[in-house]
């Protein structure tokens, strides 16, 4: 069974650093990318950058470049999405998910997400 | 890039009911490249729809996808009462890789 399984819920200051994880297992994590998907309070969802577990190829959305860095280990099948310096405005509810490949162009798994609240 | 526009912004519904639910994209895509997914409170999205029109593993048969061009279609034939969630459409763009979700549409009871 595939499964994609987040770190647990942070509460920072702003300025700190933070880095989050995403756990692939029933699959072969170096074959696919995941993706990180961002959504604020009551908003909706914002796509934030994809990396292929293979060989860290990563691309961002122009909106999150030079603000996070998506990375993966693939020795523990584990992916990451890091902060230097938080602000207040990160504060939301961060998703990975994995791609389904094949030609689906689309998300077929997702974490239960991870809430990050940045206090001032 | 591509701009997704979804409407309508919130649809009340009875169970038993069909739903229409519209996505409209900025300019002509291939239709390989949208999805759509469900969201309930406090739960992550999960995928309904690939290529416009595929479902995805274990998803309900009253579910289908339809459209081409600018515009695309989510209908749920008959609404079960765990069909009352938030729909989000999505596109992927290949120059450069990008994908954008639309602003989603609240199904309410």
């Known amino acids: 069974e595939v499964q994609v399984v987040q770190s647990g819920a942070e509460v920072k200051k702003a300025g700190e650093p933070l880095k989050i994880s995403c756990e692939g297992s029933?699959?072969?994590?170096?074959?696919?990318?995941i993706g990180w998907v961002r959504q604020m309070p009551g908003k909706g969802l914002e796509w934030m950058g994809i990396?292929?577990?293979?060989?860290?190829?990563?691309t961002y959305s122009p909106s999150f470049q030079g603000q996070v860095t998506i990375s993966v280990d693939k020795s523990t099948n584990i992916a990451y999405l890091q902060w230097s310096s938080l602000k207040a405005s990160d504060t939301a509810i961060y998703y990975c998910?994995?791609?389904?490949?094949?030609?689906?162009?689309?998300?077929?798994?997702w974490g239960q997400g991870t809430l990050v609240t940045v206090s001032s | 890039e591509i701009m997704l526009t979804q409407s309508p912004g919130s649809l009340s519904l009875s169970p038993g009911e069909r739903a229409t639910l519209s996505c409209r994209a900025s300019?002509?895509?291939?239709?390989?490249?949208v999805a759509w997914y469900q969201q309930k409170p406090g739960q992550a999205p999960r995928l309904l729809i690939y290529?416009?029109?595929n479902r995805a593993t274990d998803i309900p048969d009253r579910f289908s996808g339809s459209g081409s061009g600018t515009d695309f279609t989510l209908t749920i034939s008959r609404l079960e009462p765990e069909d009352f969630a938030v729909y989000y459409c999505?596109?992927?763009?290949?120059?450069?890789?990008?994908?954008?979700f639309g602003l989603g549409t609240k199904l309410e009871i």
């Open positions: 998910a994995r791609h389904g490949g094949g030609g689906t162009y689309s998300f077929d798994h």
């Open positions: 029933g699959y072969r994590f170096g074959s696919y990318w």
């Open positions: 990396i292929y577990a293979g060989d860290s190829d990563t």
């Open positions: 300019q002509s895509v291939f239709s390989t490249y």
């Open positions: 290529g416009a029109s």
């Open positions: 999505q596109h992927y763009g290949s120059s450069p890789p990008m994908y954008t």
